[in-house]
């Protein structure tokens, strides 16, 4: 077998790893403190606004741009594109630590955790729940995931007979895994948009709309994309190694088409559903909507013409205008145009905060480790 | 290395399948709005008998055992200032201008009760994702198991009415709500708050007969003098007083699917701080899009198998024997 990916190797321990560490033992302090003294002792979470900052970033963003794996395994295995294989190890990794610490912070935000196991149990479960396909969903894809991670793993102990012979049978069943692979992130990225249909008046109507999971699906996908391009640039920058610019070029251009797409749909509609007027009248809402749609339209247009995609830099500026179009349009789909009446307010506290940027740390330190001493990152001479 | 015309086709097919569930106008497995059970109780409360005594308020912490709560510095009493993990029930009050005349929109004023609706096809119910909160088959209460409650807090998106309250204070939070004192019905008792409201605002009984009382009210002529039973719907007790004249809207007859907790008042609901829902629960709504993609999971099966297929043939270049 031809191996395409390499580890780097060098030291773990440097100064930016001990950076992060730092940011997870304050994290892991505060996490304590919410165990033993209730969600409103960390958070500014109340009646009125019941989810914030954990579910929006952490579970939300975390797993969107999680979907790297997701978006590559489509282009790869069922597009058939085997020239973006490369990519699709990093791609994985980045899903493997997206998606697992998204199912941790699951346990930190629900308020009566040793409860959890009532949802794998079938005569408790409420098949009605869209809560439910969304949790058994990223459960089941977090083992997936693992799974595809693992010949990583084990080929990073390629001198070991066992490992060998354990990678050769997991090879075997990798169309069903890569199946599954897919089935599973489109399920519950369609579904973590439904969930807020069931709010109704509570969001505006600027993003409340029966298109909503198809909305979440299609920037799962593009942000997918955009995590792919915005990780191998960063990596190839901090790594010091060459850029793998003609390739992810033209992930860019695939993106382009579908943040096309959804852009044309978005707004025909909002046309339909005769809202539009919602978008001039100058509050918050509106700002947010345009701040959002702006950056996917910033994305779309430096993606979709050769001549900006083909420079590094405009492809990095968009990349990162698609992660945060796609960020900001769960944060307003699920925060700043939900709005339970009057009374109530939310913005994140500082513990609160601090907990996500542990949790984000934890989720660099996973990555630096793993492709220091695994065969992630693609060979450079095929680079 | 180029995609084919089959195979372009094989993956739109899957993924055209799954679109067109959610893109279509009217999905295949509409979730029919649940209708009222035909044993379902309830409480009507109307605006204009109600005196603002608050005596339900302090039955409800009474019988339901829950702690007063000082809402202001130095307060000696329970005065909460809205529903809380604490307060499953509040008497409050709508000003407006000078507020001369009870039950009056504009320089009037009028008492609203708030509490758990009942819904008829409650969001609380359909977003639980493990059922710790249930609508009784037969009384129609919409009850809480802490038990099995994980603390997602998913009803407390899902309610239309802010109902559902979460112990943010507490290490092991539960969540808070009326349950229609069902431990009391369950003693052939009814609902504390009807118990002890003094003068026929709240009254108990069969969602059937306080529509049927609810719709009397709403005919009769104002400035005549009319009978109000007490307490219950059935109860042979009856106030007398002059008929003000109400709104016409009995809110909770359609609202929001429906609920077994009828308001009948003298100024528009949506000032007294409901919120205006369409007939439809959003439960029906979000249920329609689960049930048109995941019934049976015929749909995401269809979809692994074309998956497979495509996978296993560009993966090891053949077709399937």
Redesign the interface.
């Known amino acids: 077998m031809v191996e395409e990916s390499q580890s780097l190797g060098g030291k773990v321990i440097t100064k930016p790893f001990m950076v992060l560490a730092a940011l997870v033992l304050v994290g892991v302090i505060l996490m304590l403190y919410r165990y033993l003294f209730g969600l409103g002792a960390v958070t500014n979470l109340s009646d009125g606004y019941p989810w914030g900052l954990w579910i929006t970033y952490d579970v939300l963003v975390g797993t969107a741009l999680g979907c790297g794996g997701y978006a590559m395994a489509l282009l790869v295995y069922i597009f058939n594109r085997w020239e973006y294989h490369p990519l699709v190890r990093s791609a994985i990794l980045t899903s493997v630590f997206g998606y697992t610490l998204a199912g941790l912070a699951i346990f930190l935000d629900i308020g009566r955790y040793w409860n959890g196991y009532n949802l794998f149990l079938p005569w408790h479960v409420n098949f009605n729940s869209v809560l439910v396909e969304v949790a058994l969903c990223i459960a089941a894809y977090v083992a997936i995931l693992w799974i595809e991670l693992a010949p990583t793993v084990l080929a990073g102990h390629h001198q070991n007979p066992k490992a060998r012979e354990a990678r050769e049978s997991l090879e075997r069943w990798l169309p069903v895994i890569v199946a599954l692979g897919i089935l599973l992130p489109t399920m519950h990225q369609s579904s973590l948009g439904t969930l807020m249909i069931i709010a109704g008046h509570k969001l505006s109507p600027l993003w409340q709309t029966g298109l909503l999971p198809l909305f979440f699906l299609l920037s799962a996908i593009t942000m997918g994309f955009a995590v792919t391009i915005f990780e191998s640039i960063l990596s190839s920058l901090a790594f010091k190694r060459p850029f793998e610019t003609p390739m992810i070029a033209k992930v860019g251009g695939v993106m382009a088409w579908i943040i096309g797409v959804y852009l044309v749909i978005r707004l025909l509609d909002l046309l339909v559903r005769g809202q539009m007027g919602l978008i001039f009248q100058g509050n918050l809402n509106s700002f947010m909507f345009i701040l959002e749609n702006l950056c996917y339209l910033v994305a779309f247009i430096l993606m979709v013409q050769p001549a900006s995609r083909d420079q590094l830099r405009w492809l990095f500026v968009a990349s990162t205008a698609m992660l945060l179009a796609g960020s900001l349009y769960r944060f307003n789909a699920f925060l700043v145009g939900f709005n339970p009446g009057p009374g109530w307010s939310y913005f994140p506290a500082l513990p609160e905060i601090f907990i996500t940027l542990g949790i984000i740390a934890l989720e660099l330190m996973g990555y630096l480790y793993f492709v220091k001493r695994y065969p992630v990152l693609p060979k450079i001479e095929h680079a | 290395?180029?995609?084919?015309r089959r195979?372009?086709l094989k993956?739109s097919a899957g993924?055209g399948l799954?679109?067109a569930s959610?893109?279509s106008p009217i999905p295949a497995l509409a979730r029919e709005p649940k209708v009222r059970l035909p044993e379902a109780v309830g409480i009507l409360y109307d605006a204009t008998v109600c005196v603002g005594c608050k005596a339900c308020m302090a039955a409800c912490k009474e019988y339901n055992h829950l702690p007063p709560e000082y809402s202001t510095p130095g307060s000696v009493w329970d005065n909460p200032l809205?529903?809380?993990?604490k307060t499953y029930n509040i008497v409050k009050l709508y000003k407006n201008g000078a507020g001369e005349v009870k039950d009056r929109e504009i320089n009037g004023y009028s008492y609203i009760r708030r509490f758990c609706m009942h819904c008829v096809d409650p969001?609380c119910?359909?977003?639980?994702?493990?059922?710790a909160l249930t609508k009784d088959p037969k009384t129609g209460a919409v009850k809480y198991n802490?038990?099995?409650?994980?603390?997602?807090?998913?009803c407390?998106?899902?309610c239309?009415y802010?109902i559902?309250?979460?112990?943010?204070?507490?290490?092991?939070?539960?969540i808070q709500k009326c349950e229609l004192c069902y431990h009391r019905m369950a003693q052939g008792s009814y609902p504390a708050c009807c118990e002890f409201c003094p003068n026929g605002g709240s009254i108990f009984g069969d969602v059937q007969h306080l529509l049927e009382e609810a719709k009397r009210r709403l005919a009769l002529e104002p400035g005549k003098m009319a009978a109000y039973p007490l307490h219950r719907v059935d109860s042979r007790e009856m106030r007398h007083r002059i008929v003000t004249p109400y709104q016409k809207h009995l809110f909770g007859e359609k609202d929001g699917g429906g609920s077994q907790v009828l308001i009948l008042a003298g100024v528009p609901c949506d000032k007294l701080?409901l919120?205006?829902?369409?007939d439809e629960s959003?439960?029906a709504?979000?249920?329609t899009?689960?049930h048109s993609?995941?019934k049976g999971m015929i749909a995401?099966y269809v979809?692994?198998g074309a998956?497979?297929y495509?996978?296993?043939k560009?993966?090891?270049k053949q077709d399937l024997p």
């Open positions: 290395m180029e995609i084919n195979d372009f993956v993924g799954m679109l959610t893109l809205d529903l809380s993990a969001a119910t359909s977003a639980c994702p493990v059922s802490k038990d099995v409650c994980i603390g997602c807090r998913y407390q998106v899902a239309p802010n559902p309250k979460f112990q943010w204070d507490q290490a092991f939070p539960q701080g919120p205006i829902l369409p959003t439960a709504t979000s249920e899009i689960m993609l995941y995401p979809v692994l998956l497979f495509i996978v296993y560009n993966t090891t």
